[in-house]
């Protein structure tokens, strides 16, 4: 069945199966940084922004994705291909080590950070309790969340 | 992952047009309204999906009565995040919520295909001790406290839930909410929710609801009854405890056993009546 997904800003077509979910639309459409990583809703690798919220992608259907705005990484770098202050921090504080988790990691505290624009640790600690992450132990993410916090406040430049 | 045993994907655009698909009782046809559950769990007969996504209401409302209704396609994050509602009992479902999954399952999970499936959930004991009504669609708008769309097994007809009413409380009202699981990330070995109204000397009214049995909910009349005549003394709490435990059925499997459970049905029960004591003792 074909649908149309709005991802990015960009509306385009997709050939879906019924029971395909929007992880799998999205990988087959060329959007790679949704990683494929538990299929189960577990590890929130495949999360993406749905109308600026965090969802995992594999626990949702892709028709079902036709009515919201679908936003992954890509979405979030600015015009000019300059880095958004989280994906910055991320590389400045050292969270970045495989970089696997990365992506969906960086869309889960934007969607925080959005509605909660100065985070505790504790804060940002219990809002990434769906992505998971096996190389670090989220202290230098937590940190570049903080970061990005305080760039995205106008306390520190990027 | 997708899932190759469905292959047809309906999404009506009124909410008859999606009664007429669900009315025949067809086995192989399941309701769509979040997907958490059916991307994940579905039973290897569903061949067809009825997506009620531009059918039912996302809103959540106060209503004249000072009751606040939440529409079927309300996320778990819409309601917990709500702001009237997590002020209710003192907190409880804000407090319950946080259990539930994670930000991106609640983020896209909505309240009424949680109570549709009604299992294996942390959320349905505390919409039941809130005395939650349920309003669903089977070719008329029925409503129902949920306590009855359990038990009278109206869950099990067709039907499209279309939304959820939390009732006011009164003032002197309090809620709580305990868990016990292996893990943060688990389902429950057991739940439990409790509230108390207080009248002028005794409580007026009182709800204990334990779930992950691992059945769907119960409640612990016998133990309600005692509090309801005693009063949230210790006295009272430790004997509402031992009969909640006698009363309340527990299955064993291999995440705990039915005398492990039954235990635990005691202690949370006791827990969960001192939370309530010491939130209506502060002012």
């Known amino acids: 069945m074909k649908i149309l997904l709005s991802v990015n800003g960009k509306q385009q077509s997709a050939d879906v199966n019924a029971g395909d979910t929007l992880l799998d639309a999205l990988r087959a459409n060329g959007f790679t940084s949704v990683k494929d990583g538990c299929a189960n809703g577990d590890c929130g690798s495949c999360a993406v922004l749905i109308d600026g919220r965090a969802v995992a992608s594999c626990l949702v259907f892709a028709a079902q994705a036709e009515d919201y705005q679908i936003t992954t990484i890509e979405g979030i770098t600015g015009a000019d291909q300059a880095y958004h202050p989280l994906q910055r921090t991320m590389l400045d504080a050292g969270g970045v080590q495989c970089g696997y988790c990365i992506p969906a990691m960086i869309l889960t505290a934007a969607d925080l950070l959005e509605k909660n624009p100065n985070p505790s640790r504790d804060e940002i600690s219990t809002y990434l309790v769906g992505n998971l992450c096996r190389c670090t132990g989220y202290v230098k993410q937590i940190d570049a969340i903080e970061m990005a916090a305080s760039v995205l406040r106008g306390e520190i430049d990027d | ?283």
């Open chain 2, 1 to 283: 992952m997708s899932k190759p045993g469905i292959t047809t994907y309906l999404r009506p655009s009124s909410l008859e047009e999606a009664w007429s698909h669900v009315a025949p009782g067809d086995p192989t046809l399941r309701l769509l309204s979040g997907g958490a559950d059916l991307t994940i769990h579905a039973p290897p007969e569903i061949a067809t999906l009825v997506d009620v996504g531009r059918v039912l209401d996302r809103t959540i409302v106060n209503r004249p009565d000072g009751s606040i209704w939440m529409g079927a396609m309300a996320t778990l994050t819409d309601v917990m995040e709500h702001p009237e509602i997590a002020l209710l009992g003192g907190g409880v479902v804000p407090e319950m919520m946080v259990h539930v999954g994670n930000p991106l399952l609640r983020n896209f999970s909505t309240i009424g295909g949680h109570v549709a499936r009604g299992k294996l959930s942390d959320v349905v004991p505390v919409l039941l001790a809130l005395d939650t009504r349920i309003e669903f669609f089977d070719g008329e708008q029925q409503t129902a406290l949920l306590q009855e769309y359990y038990d009278q097994g109206l869950h099990k007809l067709p039907h499209i839930v279309t939304g959820l009413s939390l009732p006011q409380l009164p003032e002197r009202s309090a809620a709580a909410f305990l868990r016990f699981a292996r893990t943060a990330f688990d389902f429950a070995i057991l739940n439990i929710a409790c509230r108390v109204d207080l009248g002028r000397e005794q409580p007026d009214h009182v709800r204990i609801v334990l779930g992950a049995t691992p059945r769907r909910s119960q409640r612990a009349s016998d133990a309600e009854a005692i509090i309801q005549e005693q009063g949230l003394t210790s006295a009272a709490i430790q004997e509402a405890a031992v009969a909640a435990r006698g009363e309340i059925w527990t299955g064993g499997g291999w995440v705990a056993s039915s005398e492990y459970r039954s235990n635990l049905v005691e202690v949370l029960t006791r827990r969960c009546l001192q939370v309530v004591n010491e939130r209506l003792e502060t002012p």
